[in-house]
């Protein structure tokens, strides 16, 4: 069964700062998608970025980008900028491409705060 | 377009009592998925359904837990007699025909569910 360790409980960076989530997974299979999802106190899910395992480039979305190491199984978030409507649950997940399981694995989170 | 709708936001059972969660998936979406939310937890995955289809049911506890999305009307996740273990949010997620380039589930804002 694939899983997915986020090892940062908690992490705190001052507004306007860069800051990097990390994230590892677990899984046998060559092809899958990896996501980052933000959760803000509203609960609300919101798809931050995402990345298809047979893509070697690094997925970027405005401020947020991503370094992925497919030899580690790692996954990590960098929000560069950071703002205050940054701050939130940030969930790192995965996915099989076709075959496997259809649902998500989430890690278990990290908090993120800013502080002003 | 509207989001995926779910229904109640809040919902509050005595032990013993059924739980009912409903989900609207979003315009043209056939994909639907269950997901848990423990306290400090990350989701996870309890079922994936088509139309009048169970795919995918790995998730789901063996006893008491059941779910459906009929041909017509919203998805229901149905939890009989709870418990206060059962207490937890719970988020549905849809998506559309499953193709390599559409890989995004897009999440509700979930159902607090309290059982006192």
């Known amino acids: 069964a694939q899983t997915v360790t986020q090892s940062q409980p908690e992490m705190s960076v001052q507004e306007a700062e860069t800051v990097t989530l990390s994230c590892t997974y677990d899984t046998s299979e060559s092809d899958y998608y990896l996501f980052w999802y933000k959760q803000p106190p509203s609960r609300q899910m919101i798809l931050v970025i995402r990345?298809?395992?047979?893509?070697?480039q690094n997925a970027t979305e405005n401020r947020f980008s991503v370094n992925f190491q497919k030899a580690a199984k790692s996954f990590s978030l960098k929000i560069s900028d950071s703002q205050l409507g940054d701050a939130a649950m940030y969930f790192c997940a995965y996915r099989d491409s076709g075959g496997g399981a259809d649902g998500l694995t989430f890690g278990k989170g990290t908090h993120l705060i800013i502080q002003p | 377009n509207a989001g995926v709708m779910q229904n109640p936001r809040h919902l509050v059972r005595r032990r013993g009592q059924e739980a009912r969660l409903r989900c609207s998936p979003m315009?043209?979406?056939?994909?639907v998925y269950w997901y848990r939310q423990l306290p400090e937890e990350g989701l996870k995955f309890m079922v994936y359904l088509q139309k009048e289809n169970i795919i995918d049911e790995s998730g789901m506890p063996k006893e008491r837990f059941s779910a459906e999305f009929p041909k017509e009307g919203p998805s229901i996740l149905r939890i009989q007699q709870v418990v206060r273990g059962d207490s937890a949010a719970y988020f549905c997620?849809?998506?559309?025909?499953?193709?390599?380039?559409?890989?995004?589930?897009?999440f509700g804002q979930g159902t607090r569910l309290t059982v006192v």
């Open positions: 315009k043209g979406h056939s994909h």
């Open positions: 997620a849809s998506s559309g025909l499953r193709t390599a380039m559409n890989t995004e589930a897009f």
């Open positions: 990345q298809e395992a047979y893509k070697q």
